[in-house]
């Protein structure tokens, strides 16, 4: 089975109804403070659901090939838009807040900077050549209403860093399936995918964590990110038990799994003001 195809069976919100359900991933991010998340995500966002996989019963090799409605496309890049808005925005406040960032790690931040705003360049530019009016940027609030102080406490910006970069990887996993009906668009959110997961493992090493995902709450990180990591404790992949052959945590870590959207909205919302 072509894997795309299998991740975009696996990013119907369905997936998480045996490890993780749904609601108690947005449960977690209500405990956080803020109720209001989901309501608070632009255009719709949070209502967004993966596109389910529907048999062809004509052609049997195509059993896992889905309906591609051109909102669905549109849809996966105006998300990952608000993502990308969401990181670039955040690396442009910490770098130019003096004192913030240590010396020797204002190199690493200056260069992943960089690349968020690339992105958000490519995105935008996509959206428009579909005939899409890019979403405009948010309006954030990186304290979530004072819960956090990410601009005073290097460990604070670190930890948020991490949450964002999981974040994004996980979530560019759940669109594939909704942005393989244009082929030039699936190989470039790949390539973006790839570099989000070499962010992501930068900055879980700046913090003294492995590189991978661990078993828990993503490692050292408080109980307000816990949505960000719901279900990667699964260990069952494509009807095989990584945990028979492995063990718990070495079959967990072996896989990352993916972010539906209406959940990676509902975390953005969170600094969305």
Known sequence: MNI???????????FFSKEASRSDAIAS???????????AVPFGLGAMLSTPAKA????????????FLASALTDALQLALTLEYLEDEFYRMGLS?????PSDDRTVFMQISKHETAHVAFLKSTLTSLGELPTNKPT????????????TDYNQFLILAQAFEDTGVRAYKGQAGNVMSNKQVLQ????????EARHASQVRRMRANKGWIELGNGGN??????????GEENTNQAGFNTANA???????AAYDEVLSGSDAAAIAGLFIV
């Open 29 to 39: 991010i209500a405990n956080f403070g803020k109720n209001t998340a989901l309501a």
């Open 246 to 252: 492995f063990g718990a945590a070495a079959g967990s």
């Open 221 to 230: 990180m408080p109980t307000a990110t816990d949505a960000v990591y719901a």
């Open 56 to 67: 062809d019963n004509t052609n049997p090799s195509k059993i896992f090939a889905p309906t």
């Open 97 to 101: 807040k003096s004192g913030l960032i």
């Open 188 to 195: 470039a959110a790949l390539q973006i995918h790839s570099v």
């Open 140 to 151: 954030f609030d990186f304290t979530v209403s004072g819960n956090f102080s990410p601009f």
């Open 4 to 14: 795309l195809r299998l991740l975009d069976k696996l990013s119907d919100d369905n």
